[in-house]
């Protein structure tokens, strides 16, 4: 275990995975605001559980964000309707799932409202999702880019959609795992809408 806690990045609707390490080290969790966007990451992208596998969720960015935007200065682009695409897919997805229904109301003003800043509107989100988990976190913000962080668990590059989680997983229950198996580290949304106040034991 690192003495000081882990540091992680700021992800939309974030994976199983980001959740366990933040459990791990609820008494000391650092979020990076001042690291430089990153795309195709979790920053903005979530995968969810569909009839058809495995579907990703992107929330996109206003043109110009690029390798050396800080993340805290993204902005959301509303050039397509991608909120009420997201909130179709969320409800296409999970309306047969035991929780879904417990939660919408929790979730749905995401999907209704504009929000300028993508790091504003993950953390409102995240905000939600601990509050459903009942989680309380020790949670701070970096106020400076340290490229390293000693004696702390840096999780910032780890957590990758396109690398195999590390994290080792027991399944519970997807809705469509008959017919394209367990998938590992999906969205925490998969978890809560179909474990509901059992998920933090999971975690």
Not at 6 to 32: C, G, H, Q, R, T
């Amino acid at each position: 275990m690192y003495e000081k806690g882990a540091i992680l990045p700021m992800f939309y609707l974030p994976p199983v995975a980001w959740f366990a390490e933040l459990n791990k080290y609820k008494s000391d969790i650092l979020i990076d605001k001042e690291e430089h966007f990153i795309k195709q990451t979790y920053r903005n992208r979530a995968h969810i559980y569909s009839p058809d596998g495995m579907l990703a969720l992107t929330v996109p960015v206003v043109k110009g964000a690029k390798v050396h935007t800080k993340v805290k200065d993204v902005k959301i682009s509303y050039d397509f309707n991608w909120q009420r695409l997201h909130w179709m897919s969320l409800q296409n997805c999970y309306r047969r799932s035991a929780y879904f229904e417990f939660y919408e109301d929790e979730f749905g003003p995401f999907y209704h409202e504009k929000f300028e800043n993508l790091f504003d509107y993950n953390l409102r989100l995240l905000t939600v999702i601990l509050k459903a988990l009942k989680i309380k976190a020790d949670i701070k913000f970096t106020e400076d880019y340290e490229p390293i962080y000693t004696g702390r668990h840096d999780l910032r590059l780890t957590l990758d959609p396109k690398k195999q989680t590390q994290v080792a997983q027991k399944p519970y229950f997807q809705l469509f795992e008959e017919k394209h198996g367990f998938l590992n580290n999906l969205s925490i949304i998969d978890l809560l809408f179909n474990q509901g106040p059992q998920t933090v034991n999971y975690l």
